[in-house]
């Protein structure tokens, strides 16, 4: 059994794997996950195997205990992956981020690939038929969106995500709505197609929290899965293996 920990701002994902195949995935709280976690892994009568990318500083009490009672795998900017790092700034580029750029690099073998992570940010993340990592973009996300209006204006209320089908709004919230959803739409919609100019052979990939819901909204073809990241996490660990078994060989 491989854990993967997928370990962000707010949340973090935490995916159990069996030869490959994707078994389960649970929420736990970031804030509250040094005791959500071992709550979780103690019960575990074998020593068990996990691989982690994280967005935040993690509780080195935490590093410790999974260090002394698990087999685990932090990726990192030094992690080798199968990727050439070109980001003018590597030591700032998000974990999450790089290991999307990894998974997309091995899964998707011999194509341009676009990364985007459609969460609390959007991320845009792009590796060329080359598996140069050329960096990508981020903007705001659904829920930030949402909270910018309500913190930085007077009246506009703070909303949550609805399924509309209308273009124009005929009163504030209606407005709001379709100006958050639709502008996210064409967003994404235009960065593909600016890529896809230079690109012509761009496989494109959506993950993220907000997958399903702007999937369907898309014009472009697309590789829609929310499990991207914590299915990529396991492939990098496949491949560390492998190299690692060559090394020795």
Same mark, same amino acid.
């Given at each position: 059994?491989? /854990?993967?920990?997928?370990?962000?701002?707010?949340?973090?994902?935490?995916?159990?794997?069996?030869n490959?195949?994707?078994?389960?995935?649970? /929420?736990?709280?970031?804030?509250?996950?040094k005791?959500?976690l071992?709550?979780?892994?103690?019960?575990?009568?074998?020593k068990?195997?996990?691989?982690?990318?994280?967005?935040?500083?993690?509780?080195?009490?935490?590093?410790?205990?999974?260090?002394m009672?698990?087999?685990?795998?932090?990726i990192?900017?030094t992690t080798?992956?199968?990727l050439?790092?070109?980001y003018?700034?590597?030591?700032?580029?998000?974990?999450?981020?790089?290991?999307?750029a990894?998974?997309?690099?091995l #899964? /998707?073998?011999?194509?341009?690939?676009?990364?985007i992570?459609?969460?609390t940010?959007?991320?845009?993340d792009? #590796?060329?038929?080359?598996?140069?990592?050329?960096?990508?973009?981020i903007?705001?996300?659904l829920?930030?969106?949402?909270k910018?209006?309500?913190?930085?204006t007077?009246?506009?209320?703070?909303?949550?995500l609805?399924?509309i089908?209308?273009f124009i709004?005929q009163n504030t919230?209606?407005?709001?709505?379709?100006?958050?959803?639709?502008?996210?739409?064409?967003?994404?919609?235009?960065?593909?197609?600016?890529?896809?100019?230079?690109?012509?052979?761009?496989?494109?990939?959506?993950?993220?929290?907000?997958?399903v819901?702007?999937?369907?909204?898309l014009?472009?073809?697309?590789?829609?899965?929310?499990?991207f990241?914590?299915?990529?996490?396991?492939?990098?660990?496949?491949?560390?293996?492998?190299?690692?078994k060559?090394n020795h060989s």
């Amino acid at each position: 059994m491989i /854990y993967t920990l997928d370990i962000g701002n707010t949340r973090t994902k935490l995916a159990m794997f069996e030869n490959n195949s994707l078994l389960k995935t649970e /929420y736990l709280s970031t804030k509250n996950l040094k005791e959500e976690l071992l709550f979780f892994l103690k019960k575990n009568k074998i020593k068990p195997t996990i691989v982690l990318a994280s967005v935040v500083h993690l509780d080195p009490t935490l590093l410790d205990w999974l260090q002394m009672n698990t087999n685990f795998i932090q990726i990192s900017h030094t992690t080798p992956l199968p990727l050439i790092n070109k980001y003018k700034t590597p030591q700032t580029l998000g974990i999450d981020r790089l290991a999307g750029a990894a998974g997309a690099t091995l #899964v /998707y073998p011999d194509t341009a690939r676009l990364i985007i992570d459609a969460g609390t940010c959007i991320t845009y993340d792009f #590796v060329n038929v080359a598996n140069e990592y050329l960096g990508g973009a981020i903007s705001p996300g659904l829920q930030l969106r949402y909270k910018a209006l309500n913190d930085y204006t007077d009246k506009l209320p703070y909303l949550q995500l609805e399924d509309i089908d209308y273009f124009i709004g005929q009163n504030t919230n209606e407005s709001i709505q379709s100006g958050v959803i639709n502008g996210i739409v064409a967003e994404i919609d235009n960065i593909i197609n600016r890529y896809k100019k230079n690109y012509p052979d761009l496989t494109i990939i959506l993950t993220g929290g907000d997958t399903v819901f702007l999937a369907k909204r898309l014009k472009n073809i697309i590789f829609a899965n929310p499990n991207f990241l914590s299915e990529s996490l396991n492939h990098i660990y496949q491949y560390i293996i492998e190299n690692d078994k060559k090394n020795h060989s």
